[in-house]
């Protein structure tokens, strides 16, 4: 099983860059490009949210454009960049099977493990939630995986990462959550966008990551004082590999242009 996860692709349509400054349709596309050269191919893509830079329905046209050029399955969730209704008007059943009509939702059965996308936004705010109707979703879609190893999708993370000012629009109710991942026991992962760069920790006795943007990162500022500032430092993809003795291991994919490879054997003095 080898999951791809990309996320916070921030596009916005071709007249207009994000910030000014980053071309984030190009960027969807360098990443689209990159999925499309995996070789093995992954068996589906996770988009762990702000698919859009500001939530239009034009915006989410070019995602469903690119996101399009792949044919293995695509499952989004959304950020605190977009709005359900054009989200599930233009990308709807084709890459978020929701069944809830409000929260957009799911779970989608990869191989032996069941990948659960959760719906953290929550509107008129950049940080997220999950109120107790989508927390009694969780807990009936994780009683329904039956035991199987859960990988737990949501734009929010519910761990703290030392950027300060991205700490503050976090999770609010990351403690609802550990209770259900502690509880169910077999979660093997927690995996996040929103803070645009790789960061991994122990949270609720598993492994939460968070995948970079493919556009724009954010500064990494450990200091509490530091301004809240993008970079356009390398982007990148989060693989998430079942290997065939069971473990599932996570690969960071930088995106970009570099020479090699090189083979060890020919190089070597
Ligand atoms: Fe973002
Ligand atoms: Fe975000």
């Known amino acids: 099983m080898l999951l791809a996860q ?12 994000a910030y000014r400054i980053v071309d984030t349709g190009a960027a969807l596309r360098r990443a689209v ?16 949210g702000d698919l859009a830079y500001d939530g239009r329905a034009e915006e989410y046209e070019v995602v469903a454009r690119e996101l399009g ?10 950020g605190n960049h ?13 890459f978020c099977p929701a069944e809830d009509p409000v929260f957009l939702q799911f779970s989608y059965e990869l191989g032996g493990t069941v990948l659960i996308g959760l719906d953290t936004l929550l509107p008129g705010s950049d940080a997220g939630t999950l109120c107790p109707a989508r927390l009694a979703w969780l807990e009936r879609a994780l009683a329904a995986a039956r035991g199987r190893p859960v990988i737990l999708a949501l734009h929010h993370p519910p761990f703290a990462t030392g950027i300060a000012h991205m700490d503050r ?19 093997e992962r927690v995996i996040c966008g929103h ?18 943007s493919t556009a724009h990162q954010v500064e990494l500022a450990l200091d509490p004082r ?20 069971g473990g599932l ?19 070597a003095a």
């Open 69 to 78: 050029r792949l044919s293995v399955p695509v499952l989004a969730i959304p």
């Open 226 to 245: 530091a301004p809240s500032c993008f970079t356009l430092e390398p982007p990148g993809l989060h693989l998430h590999a079942r290997l065939e003795g």
């Open 82 to 94: 977009d709005a359900r209704e054009p989200f599930r008007a233009v990308l709807g059943r084709r």
């Open 33 to 48: 490009d990159a999925l499309l050269a995996l070789r093995p191919s992954p068996d589906a893509v996770i988009v762990t």
């Open 6 to 17: 990309i996320t916070d692709c921030h596009v916005t349509t071709a007249d207009r860059k």
């Open 169 to 187: 629009i976090a999770l609010t109710n990351a403690e609802d959550l550990e209770r259900l991942v502690r509880g169910y026991g077999r979660v």
């Open 195 to 212: 803070v645009h760069r790789s960061v991994q920790t122990l949270w609720a006795g598993t492994l939460a990551s968070i995948a970079p």
């Open 249 to 267: 291991v996570t690969h960071l994919l930088p995106l970009g242009e570099w020479p090699g490879p090189y083979r060890f054997a020919e190089y």
